[in-house]
């Protein structure tokens, strides 16, 4: 395929449409055009589609990486007018149309869809971008798993009961979303489960610290009291109105002028757009995102549009809404729509979010869901079960779907399964006949 000339031939019928960026967003639009026939370059510096709800069970080795990461060859490989890329952009013309890779080339289009995603904001925190541990990418999460690995293998008791430090294997969570409760719920269960078995002499202390005044505060004050006392009954210390000042290699350093001891702190404290979506030309709000008309297209310039985490997509009650994985599938599709109308000569259609609720995994048999547009509150094992399935489903293959749902069973009867692997081995998937065209290159030490 050829990419095509954003100037007489932008509207072109054979021109591509140039999509940037392989993430949930990126990837239901080039799905939905390739669907239609639509010829599509569809360009990440990543081989493959990385689910980010479930990164935090990839680094406490409940889930192995390639579950949770799938590559665009397999995604696409019934969509002939597709052709995936993987590599560098550098910079982007969005007037133009035209992304710019690191080896010199351009690639132009009749249209442009920004979908780079997110990136971890550090607030300008000291020390947090060095020493601190987001979890915003498999490579994150493999990068956090193997430390954990590293710090439970040096600390574990030895026939001398040996001293594994001050803090060293203590882990600090920074944020009570989702992305924060569900690591800390599973950081401590896995300490807990390493200590039952005999390969810790004491579980380390889990700190979860957030400047809210509520753990996962898009929900409603029943979900945020069951999340506080889950979390507490399982031995992670909640730490509500505190920020943090600085992270260092052995401590991090809190906003009421406390100290913590600690080689892990997980930053799960907030997203910022990708830096090259910043840089696009087009005028960006909150978070660096682009600010997009409710079609999802950029105001004043023609052919382009951003979702997912690249946007502040507006609600039908006039409210950004929240970077979740169903807004960026569901706006991606919807902009791939638009690009259709427009290669039609049809008007364009605003974005409606269908809202089927949100819901965050706290532990073993705890989680809370909010179902529907009204977010009915559900807690305990009917939530858990829920966002099983849920996700299960959500996850892209049907490799990925079986295996997940087998690890899931194994920790669910057997609770010292993830210690068993840290202690062990990586986690592995079942033994796929095609497996050789199902499994994502991803380098922890990118």
């Known amino acids: 395929m050829t990419a095509g000339s954003a100037g007489s031939a932008g509207a072109a019928a054979d021109a591509p449409v140039v999509v940037l960026g392989g993430g949930l967003a990126g990837v239901a639009c080039a799905h939905r055009l390739g669907d239609a026939g639509v010829p599509v370059v569809l360009l990440d510096r990543n081989d493959y589609h990385q689910f980010q709800p479930l990164l935090y069970q990839v680094a406490t080795s409940q889930l192995p990486a390639e579950d949770v990461a799938r ?102 969570v920074v944020g009570g979303g989702p992305t924060g409760v569900e690591t800390a719920g599973a950081v401590a269960e896995l300490m807990g489960a390493l200590t ?89 709000g909150r978070g660096g995102r682009v600010d997009v008309a409710p079609d999802l297209s950029v105001p004043g310039v023609p052919g382009v549009y951003a979702i997912g985490d690249a946007a502040n997509i507006p609600g039908a009650d006039g409210r950004t809404l929240p970077q979740l994985g169903s807004v960026a ?24 979010y269908r809202d089927k609720g949100i819901m965050a995994m ?8 909010e179902v529907g547009h009204r977010h009915h509150t559900v807690e305990g094992p009917v939530a858990f079960a829920a966002w099983l399935g849920v996700h299960a489903m959500l996850l892209s293959g049907a490799h990925s779907k079986t295996d997940a749902f087998l690890s899931w069973a194994w920790d669910y009867f057997d609770r010292d399964h993830s210690a068993l692997v840290e202690m062990t081995a990586e986690p592995h998937r079942i033994a796929w006949e095609d497996a050789t065209a199902d499994v994502p290159h991803i380098d922890p030490g990118a």
């Not at 010199?104 to 020493?131: D, I, K, N």
């Not at 409603?220 to 600085?246: F, Q």
């Not at 706290?362 to 869901?369: E, L, P």
């Open 71 to 172: 590559p665009h060859r397999a995604i696409f490989h019934k969509h002939p007018t597709v052709e995936v890329r993987t590599v560098e952009a550098v910079a982007v013309d969005a007037p133009a149309h035209r992304v710019t890779l690191a080896d010199g080339e351009e690639v132009t289009g009749s249209h442009l869809v920004l979908a780079a995603g997110a990136q971890p904001e550090f607030f300008g925190v000291p020390g947090a971008a060095e020493h601190a541990f987001p979890l915003y990418s498999v490579v994150d999460a493999e990068r956090l798993r193997r430390h954990l690995h590293a710090l439970v293998r040096d600390g574990a008791r030895g026939p001398d009961g040996p001293d594994p430090g001050e803090g060293k294997l203590d882990v600090v």
């Open 329 to 352: 599938q569901q706006s991606g599709g919807a902009a791939a729509d638009n690009v259709l109308h427009e290669r039609r000569g049809e008007p364009t259609h605003p974005f409606r």
């Open 196 to 284: 039952r078995t005999g390969r810790l002499a004491a579980p380390a202390r889990v700190v979860l610290v957030d400047r809210g005044t509520a753990l996962l505060a898009p929900f409603t004050d029943a979900a945020h009291a069951y999340a506080h006392g889950h979390l507490s009954d399982h031995g992670v210390e909640v730490r509500l109105g505190t920020g943090v000042a600085a992270v260092h290699a052995d401590r991090v350093e809190l906003s009421d002028g406390s100290t913590l001891a600690t080689r892990t702190v997980v930053w799960g404290g907030g997203e910022s757009a990708a830096p090259i979506v910043r840089d696009a030309g087009v005028p960006t």
């Open 362 to 369: 706290i532990g073993r048999n705890a989680a809370i869901a």
